[in-house]
């Protein structure tokens, strides 16, 4: 029997159940809408000038894991070689020195980099210093304002780390999830909670500027009694900040497959998981840790600072390379091939490998910026009348109405404030939605 699968684009508001094909909200319009007939109009913008007020950052993307978590949804590969990591590596820089080139990128300083995944921490101090020579060589960062590494705990040695912070890494973020190793086996993470107890102390030393770690409320097998020791065991890690992600489930989950296939996972719903993550979220603050947005919670006694989510969501430039990346340029969004022969094939030909994307209309790249920064928790109205010359306050006054009488936000006119509630914050991917202009309301989100 078939199951009924919900629109993520519109399942907001109270879906009960985690249910296949929630999305965590990290771009709009839908990617589903961006498409291949617009892709030239990229090609044209990299020839054309940069517009003057945009800052620039770049995303490498590493998509080499140990084991595939069976939550995960991101582009990952398990079953590649040193030698395929090393083709990989090398198409990576090429795509890009052919970016440094083009007038739209030339010349430009970089205000922040991103190691993501995957895993950059998987490959070997000798592929990533092969790897940072090429690309510094072309677009230097030692001025960039933050260096940003993700990490999986089990793949950091000693020498590693050293290397990590030779190349300038400012924040370490470290994929720990979870601190009980029948929950991480139960969920296919490949490593055990002894790995980050082993990894702490160099971390210490080495002395980062922001040590980030990523926990999951709702893996599956977690109860009350766990998701405490969890926390607990995070404060007395003590990272400079945490982040707790809601589990979903988008549809290329392995949990996904799973549940689709007939499987009854005991999946927390998300009335438990909300439940969980304000936990922790008072836990924190009672530890002295301040919240910086849904998601992130950090020592109060340090600026809040996350120079990559700021400058994407506030519609900077970012280049995203690697297989799958997404990027935005000159108001452009853009995403790479996502499979490894066509990345591969068109770098093999010199060729930049975009494969799809979309031209934002001024009104998208207000309603973009709007919920993204709505995610932050606080948005001022004065920001978007300086920067679009627009009134969100009127524009989306409907959306905001319905959202205050749920007891999701609060509209704060006197003060320039858009508040959303404590409630509000625990679901605001739910909320996120509401805005979106009616022909993307009933558009698949991936
Ligand atoms: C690229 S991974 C971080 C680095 C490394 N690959 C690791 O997992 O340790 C990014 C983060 O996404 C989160 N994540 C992945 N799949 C998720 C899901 N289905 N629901 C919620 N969070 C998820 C995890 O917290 C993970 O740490
Ligand atoms: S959560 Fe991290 S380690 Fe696990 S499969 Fe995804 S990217 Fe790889």
Request: hydrophobic share 0%; glycine share 0%.
């Given at each position: 029997m078939s199951k009924s699968i919900p629109e993520p684009a519109t399942a907001g508001i109270e879906s009960k159940d985690t249910t296949v094909g929630s999305v965590f909200v990290s771009n709009y319009p839908p990617y589903s809408t961006w498409n291949e007939a617009t892709v030239p109009e990229v090609h044209d913008a990299l020839t054309e000038k940069p517009r003057k007020d945009a800052l620039l950052g770049l995303y490498m993307h590493i998509p080499f894991c140990r084991k595939r978590c069976k939550f995960c949804y991101f582009r990952v590969y398990t079953d590649k070689n040193s030698s395929e990591i090393d083709t990989y590596l090398n198409a990576l820089a090429k795509e890009i020195e052919i970016y440094s080139r083009q007038p739209a990128i030339a010349d430009r300083p970089l205000h922040f980099v991103y190691f993501g995944g995957g895993t950059p921490s998987y490959i070997s101090v000798k592929h990533l210093t092969n790897l940072v020579d090429r690309v510094k060589k072309v677009m230097p960062w030692d001025a960039a304002e933050e260096i940003a590494f993700e990490c999986e705990p089990g793949t950091l040695t000693q020498k590693k780390l050293e290397a990590i912070k030779h190349i300038g890494v400012t924040r370490l973020s470290l994929g720990v999830e979870n601190l009980n190793d029948d929950i991480l086996a139960e969920n296919g993470r490949a490593h055990l909670s002894k790995e980050v107890y082993r990894i702490a102390p160099w971390i210490q030393e080495l002395d980062f500027e922001q040590v980030n770690m990523d926990l999951i409320s709702g893996m599956i097998g977690e109860t009350w009694e766990s998701w405490r020791d969890t926390v607990k065991k995070t404060i007395e890690l003590n990272p400079d900040c945490v982040t707790v992600y809601q589990l979903e489930l988008p549809f290329n989950t392995v949990y996904s497959k799973d549940i689709l296939g007939g499987d009854a996972l005991p999946v927390a719903d998300w009335k438990l998981k909300r439940e969980w993550h304000q936990y922790a979220f008072e836990q924190f603050e009672k530890a002295g840790y301040a919240q910086s947005s849904a998601y992130t919670v950090i020592k109060k006694?340090?600026?809040?600072?996350f120079v990559y989510r700021d400058a994407v969501w506030q519609g900077n430039d970012m280049i995203g390379t690697g297989v799958a990346s997404f990027s935005h340029l000159s108001g452009i969004h853009f995403q790479n091939a996502p499979s490894w022969g066509d990345y591969l094939g068109n770098l093999e030909e010199d060729k930049l490998p975009v494969y799809r994307a979309l031209k934002l209309t001024e009104a998208e790249k207000l309603t973009r910026e709007m919920i993204l920064q709505l995610k932050l928790g606080k948005i001022r109205p004065s920001y978007f009348r300086a920067k679009f010359n627009a009134d969100i306050l009127k524009i989306y006054a409907e959306a905001y109405q319905k959202l205050q009488n749920d007891g999701m936000l609060v509209i704060k006119s006197k003060s320039d404030e858009i508040q959303l509630t404590e409630r509000g914050l625990l679901r605001v991917d739910s909320l996120l939605p509401e805005f979106y202009a009616p022909e993307y309301q009933n558009t698949r989100y991936t």
């Open positions: 006694d340090q600026p809040s600072k």
